[in-house]
């Protein structure tokens, strides 16, 4: 695919268990924080959001936590199905700053 | 689907030659921004904009440049390529109403 490199972090599932993939971010001034979503050949797509006034958020399936006091965020997709499969983004921000900084990612494998 | 266009989605140039990807958005939104995606680098930004004829230099800008003579398209261009510069590319606009940014499907270069 054009997006995944070759050393990314990986994370490797049975079909139907539950991944959590982490994130350290970097900058303790970020306030707003995305995971994204990116399959091979395509462009990042987006899963789910969360401010810093919140530790958690949940949406259809995925859960994000946020850890403030030691810059950790993580994704949390229950009962994982083989489209789940891709390359997982963190990505952080000042609201405001309009720049998004980018984690390296982790590749996520769905085991049949 | 976010109304992103780029183009060309794939190409093949020589080192020194000059090179110019095009970003379309039919959302009309404010922001655009190129980012370029590496193995063990994640996505790094390049330029984004701002406006019509407003951009700012993103962490990789050396060896780039931008413009946006209208609202829809954001032109990445590489006066000169250099092999360093092999990378897939992606476009992106965000949301108007939240900090996330919708993405192209990327350009791959290759420069020989």
């Known amino acids: 695919g054009e997006s995944v490199g070759l050393h990314l972090p990986t994370l490797s599932v049975q079909e139907g268990d539950n991944s959590i993939i982490n994130c350290a971010y970097s900058?303790?001034?970020?306030?707003?924080f995305i995971w994204y979503k990116q399959e091979s050949g395509k462009g990042p797509q987006f899963i789910i959001d969360?401010?810093?006034?919140?530790d958690k958020r949940q949406g259809q399936r995925v859960t994000v936590l946020l850890n403030k006091t030691v810059k950790h965020l993580s994704l949390q997709i229950a009962a994982t199905q083989p489209g789940d499969s891709a390359v997982y983004f963190c990505?952080?921000?000042?609201?405001?700053?309009?720049?998004?900084?980018f984690g390296q990612g982790t590749r996520l494998t769905i085991n049949p | 689907d976010a109304g992103i266009t780029q183009s060309p989605r794939h190409k093949v140039t020589e080192t020194g030659t000059p090179v110019t990807l095009r970003c379309h958005q039919t959302?009309?939104?404010?922001?655009m921004y190129w980012y370029r995606q590496d193995p063990g680098h994640g996505l790094r930004l390049i330029h984004y904009?701002?406006?019509?004829?407003?951009?700012d230099k993103g962490e990789v800008s050396d060896g780039y440049s931008v413009s946006r003579s209208k609202t829809e398209d954001f032109l990445l261009t590489l006066e000169s390529a250099t092999s360093s510069q092999t990378s897939v590319y992606f476009c992106?606009?965000?949301?108007?109403?939240?900090?996330?940014?919708?993405f192209g499907e990327g350009s791959r270069l290759t420069v020989l």
């Open positions: 959302e009309n939104h404010r922001y």
């Open positions: 904009s701002y406006g019509v004829k407003d951009t």
């Open positions: 990505a952080e921000t000042i609201q405001g700053a309009q720049k998004l900084v």
């Open positions: 969360i401010r810093s006034n919140m």
């Open positions: 992106a606009i965000q949301g108007v109403s939240t900090g996330e940014l919708f």
């Open positions: 900058n303790s001034a970020s306030d707003y």
